[in-house]
């Protein structure tokens, strides 16, 4: 058997959430390990040739990357790797076009590009996975996106999401998985979509089922562990996607889409 860690990647067993084209060669990039999952991450060669149209060739990214400027930035830490997987909720900058971007899922579950403001650009959001007792009865939480946290405040728990200063790295806010307070969906059938709790079912010995309602009245069920909070109450604290999180059917498209042609006729 092969050893060591596997470098490559067929285009065709890459997650569909990349959106790549089965035409374009045989190859694309390998994510490399890092503080996101394989199938649960993109690279950052991906994003700046196919997502921002930066570079035409691999070739070119590595350029971009290998800059002594520091041109791209994984939240607030200049990336040059370029298989380095970018995950959900990281926060890209580039200081020389000035953009600032959130990576994001749409209600097909692809990863988007959300384009945010620099203030917002100052934090984001990870979910606590972990909570334990370690060496020396130090407590310590354990995030989606691999932090590892000492000496958390207490009232913080597992399924609790964080807000995290780029800049220094320490907890600002947190808010808790409760009924009433606005959550994303980050996996399952219902990916992308954003509603509000309604109640958490306990299953002893399973997964626990959160009922949650979305803004056109729609009513669905996940499991806990795709129910990411992003805000106390109604309001979120992130910019969501063009299509702010609500799943239409093709009929509820296409009366949008009939609707909107007929505004445009009218002006």
Not at 57 to 67: G, K, N, P, T
Not at 142 to 150: E, G, H, K, L, S
């Amino acid at each position: 058997m092969a050893r060591g860690p596997k470098k490559h990647m067929k285009r065709i067993t890459a997650p569909k959430s990349w959106m790549l084209s089965k035409l374009g060669g045989n190859w694309t990039t390998r994510p490399s390990q890092g503080p996101h999952k394989l199938r649960e991450s993109i690279p950052l060669s991906i994003i700046l040739q196919h997502k921002l149209k930066y570079a035409l060739y691999a070739r070119e990214v590595q350029m971009i990357l290998a800059d002594k400027d520091g041109n791209i930035k994984v939240d607030g830490k200049v990336r040059s790797d370029f298989g380095y997987p970018v995950g959900l909720m990281d926060v890209i900058t580039i200081d020389k076009t000035r953009e600032n971007y959130r990576v994001l899922y749409d209600v097909s579950g692809k990863f988007i590009l959300k384009s945010i403001k620099p203030e917002e650009a100052k934090f984001k959001l990870v979910k606590v996975t972990q909570k334990k007792v370690g060496p020396n009865n130090v407590p310590y939480i354990v995030t989606n996106d691999a932090r590892t946290i000492r000496y958390p405040n207490p009232e913080i728990h597992v399924n609790d999401v964080l807000r995290i200063d780029l800049e220094t790295g320490k907890v600002v806010d947190f808010i808790k998985e409760e009924p009433g307070n606005v959550c994303y969906i980050v996996g399952g059938n219902n990916i992308g979509r954003v509603g509000l709790i309604q109640h958490r079912e306990r299953h002893l010995g399973s997964f626990d089922i959160v009922h949650v309602k979305d803004s056109n009245g729609k009513h669905f069920s996940t499991r806990i562990n795709n129910i990411f909070t992003i805000g106390k109450g109604k309001k979120s604290l992130i910019s969501l996607p063009d299509d702010n999180g609500l799943y239409l059917t093709a009929l509820e498209k296409k009366q949008a889409r009939e609707h909107h042609e007929e505004q445009q006729q009218k002006q």
